[in-house]
């Protein structure tokens, strides 16, 4: 069964086939994925590769974590479920409103008239 690896720490000049071609040293690569930001359509600096097997994986992980690509040492150890988080607010803050009455912005309702 194939398994999932998180690269992190990649170089914004690293490619998708660089990925396939540098993983497949550890063995058969199903998919390599770089994940790209909406707005910049730059890399966000990680990615997923695909490994055909457990095995593949176990030396991939072995051969690469901690090693130098394309300039930068990347960081490589097995995928993990997304966890399902709290939508957010701006800035970083769980979501409150922000209308009149309240403390965040577009307020104004507190001034003394």
């Given at each position: 069964?194939?398994?999932?690896?998180?690269?992190?720490g990649?170089?914004y000049e690293?490619?998708?086939?660089?990925?396939?071609?540098?993983?497949?040293k550890?063995?058969?690569?199903?998919?390599?994925?770089?994940?790209?930001?909406k707005?910049?359509?730059?890399?966000?600096?990680?990615?997923?590769?695909?490994m055909?097997?457990?095995e593949?994986?176990?030396k991939?992980?072995?051969m690469f974590?901690?090693k130098?690509?394309?300039?930068?040492?990347?960081t490589?150890n097995?995928a993990r479920?997304?966890?399902?988080?709290?939508?957010?607010?701006g800035?970083g803050?769980p979501?409150?409103?922000g209308?009149?009455?309240?403390?965040?912005f577009?307020?104004?309702?507190r001034?003394s008239?």
């Amino acid at each position: 069964m194939a398994k999932k690896l998180f690269v992190g720490g990649l170089s914004y000049e690293t490619t998708e086939d660089t990925l396939k071609e540098t993983f497949s040293k550890a063995g058969t690569v199903e998919s390599a994925i770089i994940i790209i930001d909406k707005i910049s359509g730059r890399s966000k600096g990680f990615g997923f590769v695909e490994m055909s097997s457990e095995e593949e994986a176990q030396k991939a992980i072995e051969m690469f974590n901690g090693k130098e690509l394309d300039g930068k040492n990347i960081t490589v150890n097995e995928a993990r479920p997304m966890e399902s988080r709290p939508r957010e607010g701006g800035f970083g803050r769980p979501s409150r409103g922000g209308g009149r009455g309240e403390r965040g912005f577009g307020g104004g309702s507190r001034r003394s008239w």
